[in-house]
């Protein structure tokens, strides 16, 4: 009869033990995986639509000093649609300003949907 040596039957138990664990870090990857790239599609989706508010604001600025200066309202909405595509504007005088509002709905991806405006107000007739 043969003896069996104390070193191989603990390999066969570690060896036993690793074989329930097969295949485990590939279903977690599987699982988290959509998890993480939903994170990075909508954290990319975010600063698009920052990005976004920061160009309306800026535009928003340009059209209230351009009616400040008395150009007509189409130059402004012109200004507003070339810095930022589908954007709209209004305008109102209150005293002696003219204030100049643009505003957009931001989608982030297919289902989240945000109202983007931007106002800002210029001397009427300043420079």
């Not at 988290?32 to 989706?45: D, E, K, R, S």
């Not at 309306?56 to 009616?67: I, K, N, T, Y």
């Not at 709209?88 to 297919?110: E, F, H, N, P």
Request: proline content about 2%.
């Amino acid at each position: 009869m043969r003896r069996r040596s104390v070193g191989t039957r603990e390999e066969e138990c570690r060896a036993a033990g690793r074989a329930g664990d097969r295949g485990s870090v590939a279903a977690e990857l599987a699982l988290a995986l959509p998890a993480v790239v939903l994170a990075l599609l909508l954290g990319a989706g975010a600063l698009g639509a920052a990005s976004r508010q920061v160009a309306l604001q800026d535009a928003s600025a340009d059209a209230a000093r351009l009616l400040g200066r008395g150009e007509g309202a189409d130059a402004a909405e012109r200004v507003v649609q070339v810095a930022v595509p589908g954007a709209g504007l209004s305008s109102a005088r209150r005293g002696d300003l003219v204030c100049a509002t643009a505003s957009m709905t931001a989608s982030i991806g297919a289902l989240v949907r945000l109202p983007l405006r931007a106002s800002s107000c210029a001397l009427d007739g300043g420079l």
